[in-house]
């Protein structure tokens, strides 16, 4: 089955700076690659997702990019600020069918 | 637009009980998932129901047993509560039909002592 490795654990980054988080898949079957933010005691929430036939997705600060060769794909968070802190969560599923998630980043932006 | 709800927010329990805990779909999705996650983990994937049937499961004992409404509402069952079940019950829903994305309930927190 499918298994998501997700890097780092714990992230730290001054406030204005970028912060990268990488995670990497087992499936090739997996088309569809979801990033959740998760604040303390709170839902998970969609922030980007991106499928298999687009390499590079933007959304104002945040971006992902997919590379399907190498089975793996990242979050870019330009800009940092305050409220970006939280434990952000990468996933990757065939469709419609179940996420399966990485370990967990949890991102802490210093003012 | 109400969004995924859940409930009830928080529940304790103790060893040996059973637990239902319910989930309202997003206004126009017909797939509900739902995810266990554990204190400081990931959400991990217990079961997926669309058309009132479980569509995928997950590696879960059938302890964790589910059922979907015709309204498109759905309950999670969990049978002789083990203290390990102890977890954010998260329930996200979807439809095919919009795309592949998932939206999640602000889940139960389920305690067993």
């Known amino acids: 089955g499918e298994n998501v490795e997700q890097h780092p654990s714990t992230l730290s980054v001054q406030e204005g700076d970028s912060a990268v988080i990488k995670c990497t898949y087992s499936?090739?079957?997996?088309?569809?690659f979801p990033w959740y933010k998760q604040e303390l005691g709170k839902r998970p929430q969609l922030i980007i997702d991106?499928?298999?036939?687009?390499g590079e997705k933007k959304d104002q600060r945040i971006a992902v990019t997919l590379n399907k060769t190498a089975k793996h794909f990242s979050l870019h968070i330009t800009e940092t600020q305050p409220e970006d802190s939280a434990v952000y969560f990468c996933?990757?599923?065939?469709?419609?069918?179940?996420?399966?998630f990485g370990q967990g980043t949890r991102l802490t932006i210093n003012p | 637009d109400a969004g995924v709800t859940q409930s009830p927010t928080h529940l304790i329990k103790t060893r040996g009980q059973q637990v239902t805990l319910r989930c309202s779909p997003k206004?126009?999705?017909?797939?509900v998932s739902w995810y266990q996650q554990a204190l400081g983990q990931g959400p991990q994937f217990i079961f997926q129901?669309?058309?009132?049937?479980?569509?995928q499961r997950g590696n879960f004992p059938d302890r964790f047993s589910g059922h979907q409404f015709p309204n498109y509402s759905s309950e999670l069952n969990v049978n002789a509560l083990l203290l390990g079940d102890s977890a954010l019950y998260l329930c996200?829903?979807?439809?095919?039909?919009?795309?592949?994305?998932?939206?999640f309930g602000p889940g139960t927190r389920l305690t067993v002592t």
């Open positions: 129901y669309y058309e009132e049937e479980e569509r």
């Open positions: 206004s126009g999705h017909d797939t």
């Open positions: 499936d090739s079957a997996s088309n569809y």
């Open positions: 991106i499928r298999s036939n687009v």
């Open positions: 996200a829903s979807s439809t095919e039909g919009w795309g592949y994305e998932q939206y």
């Open positions: 996933a990757a599923s065939e469709g419609a069918q179940k996420l399966v």
